[in-house]
């Protein structure tokens, strides 16, 4: 089970620069600059938080700090620069920033991202692709971390995933949503559309669907995939097919209860098929070409040293804005766009349905060609 | 040498889920919120629609000179917070506004939030002298079969706060 598990720190290193480029392509990182003392009267902390040993929101001076060592330690993450303990340093002030953020009555699920570099600096995706890499006179091989770690790092984050999904299933069943009279998607759906007015995208098309069937096969399913996750954690080829499940299943959500659950999508990028990418765009290559890996590491501590600056700017420059904008939000502001954030959150959706499906169509090709069992789409076991 | 590595992995697997399954036990039998937490959430409520669905809205109103009420825009009056959590700050202020008569610390904070309601409203309707805000949660219901959202005008909570 836990051998399966085992990705290559080449590739996890790999992902530590996609999870990056994720973030700061469509979401950015949050500020916390908007918090302080004067929201105290608002001040309602989950019943277990930390914020509860508070007896109101700190000062601003607090959360600026916070903000800037979020910001410094995401970037050398990043950049792999003592990355082990700047990966779990970045978790911990994200969390810490969280449990005020969600001290308003409501707490956000969006856990998994932040958590993440807990677990895979374990693994070793600090070991390749680092900036100190390019300050060596000659450039050694790193030390990559030990099989039996990695995929004992990899298996533990697959079932923290897959717990989490377990845990909205298992008080769905409780709820009733298997009982035949129910429609509970429905019932959600409704709730959303007035209550939160969440119309966008096929939500008033499915308000008037009035198909007892399908709405029991919505209910079903949900429960069936959320349930089901935690089993197939035994290996990972089963745990793929439910991860690719998944990325269908959050883009529905997406479309019908305008509810973008962007932090899974983030995490289920780990479980991409490395081996196929690394056919397509070399990841091994350009590990051994010298001179190309230290352009591609300059490249690429030239554009973290640029966005720093700017993020550090704006988290002080708008000191009300809850989001150091990502790069496509960035640009959908200076075109004017309304709601820039939420179309930048979009896009992540549609991209990773696009690669989704460009992976199950190169699945099928790779198998057509090779006539071999070439595993499941998108998102691969270990060959 | 690896059967020795992997039982000791799945000892540490072992452990690292039963840590999970008693926090969700933890959360089972509080019914409270955890934050950090690995709880996602359930939407677990799944009613018997027999073409009702019934379920309540809050909304906000400016109450003028005259007494008249203006609907606020939440999102807008709450601009500088998290959009997606105004109805719960709604929640918090009207369980606040309960609790300031007897909890000190609760009543110093409300002067802030006071003022930030003046100006808010002076933002939005320059011309327009509030004297109040009213938190109101309404019973409304959907009719499945014809799609019309009905207000019934029952009225679950109400929480005026006076400006002036």
């Known amino acids: 089970m836990i051998d399966s598990y085992f990705i290559r720190p080449v590739y996890l290193s790999a992902y530590r620069l996609l999870y990056g480029l994720i973030v700061v392509t469509f979401i950015g990182l949050p500020a916390f600059t908007w918090l302080g003392q004067g929201l105290t009267y608002f001040f309602a902390p989950p019943p277990y938080s930390l914020a509860r040993l508070f007896s109101g929101f700190p000062g601003t001076g607090f959360f600026q700090v916070l903000t800037v060592l979020n910001l410094v330690f995401f970037f050398l993450m990043i950049l792999g620069v003592w990355c082990r303990w700047t990966s779990v340093l970045f978790s911990v002030t994200s969390m810490l920033g969280h449990t005020f953020w969600y001290s308003f009555g409501k707490i956000d699920h969006l856990l998994l991202w932040i958590i993440a570099p807990i677990f895979l600096s374990v693994a070793g995706w600090g070991d390749y692709f680092t900036l100190p890499e390019l300050f060596r006179k000659r450039r050694n091989e790193p030390v990559e971390t030990a099989p039996g770690r990695a995929s004992l790092a990899v298996c533990l984050f697959a079932l923290t995933i897959a717990f989490s999904m377990a845990t909205a299933g298992i008080q769905k069943v409780q709820g009733g949503w298997l009982n035949w009279q129910s429609e509970a998607a429905r019932f959600w759906l409704v709730r959303n559309y007035f209550s939160h007015d969440r119309t966008e995208f096929f939500a008033g098309y499915f308000l008037s669907l009035d198909q007892h069937l399908f709405w029991k096969i919505m209910?079903?399913?949900?429960?069936?995939?959320?349930?089901?996750?935690?089993?197939?954690?035994?290996?990972?080829?089963?745990?793929?097919?439910?991860?690719?499940?998944?990325?269908?299943?959050?883009?529905?959500?997406?479309?019908?209860?305008?509810?973008?659950?962007?932090?899974?999508?983030?995490?289920?990028?780990?479980?991409?098929?490395?081996?196929?990418?690394?056919?397509?765009?070399?990841?091994?290559?350009?590990?051994?070409?010298?001179?190309?890996?230290?352009?591609?590491?300059?490249?690429?501590?030239?554009?973290?040293?640029?966005l720093f600056l700017y993020w550090l700017y704006f988290a002080f420059a708008h000191s009300n804005q809850f989001q150091l904008p990502g790069l496509i939000e960035t640009g959908l502001r200076i075109l004017g766009f309304p709601n820039s954030y939420d179309l930048s959150l979009y896009s992540l959706f549609f991209g990773s349905v696009a690669v989704l499906g460009w992976s199950g169509l190169a699945f099928l090709t790779d198998r057509k060609t090779k006539g071999e069992d070439a595993g499941p789409p998108y998102i691969q076991s270990i060959r | 040498m690896k059967m020795k590595r992997t039982a000791t992995g799945r000892s540490i697997l072992s452990i690292y889920f039963l840590i999970l399954c008693l926090h969700f036990f933890i959360f089972l039998i509080k019914k409270a919120e955890i934050y950090p937490s690995l709880i996602f959430p359930a939407f677990s409520a799944a009613p018997k629609l027999q073409d009702l669905v019934k379920f309540s809205i809050t909304d906000l109103y400016g109450v003028d000179q005259n007494k008249h009420l203006v609907r606020l825009s939440k999102e807008s009056f709450f601009q500088d917070f998290y959009d997606k959590h105004v109805d719960n700050i709604l929640n918090t202020i009207t369980v606040n506004e309960a609790r300031s008569r007897t909890n000190p610390n609760i009543r110093n904070g409300r002067g802030a939030f006071i003022d930030f309601s003046k100006k808010q409203l002076n933002r939005l309707f320059p011309h327009t002298r509030f004297v109040a805000l009213l938190i109101q949660k309404e019973k409304v219901q959907y009719h499945l079969s014809s799609q019309v959202l009905d207000r019934t005008g029952i009225v679950e909570s109400r929480t005026l706060i006076k400006l002036y």
């Open chain 1, 219 to 306: 209910d079903f399913s949900t429960v069936i995939m959320e349930v089901g996750f935690l089993i197939s954690t035994v290996h990972r080829r089963y745990f793929n097919y439910f991860v690719s499940a998944a990325v269908l299943f959050h883009f529905f959500v997406l479309l019908l209860f305008n509810i973008p659950f962007y932090s899974n999508l983030i995490v289920y990028a780990l479980f991409i098929d490395w081996n196929a990418l690394n056919r397509q765009i070399g990841i091994d290559k350009l590990v051994v070409k010298t001179h190309l890996y230290r352009t591609f590491l300059s490249a690429i501590g030239a554009f973290c040293g640029i």
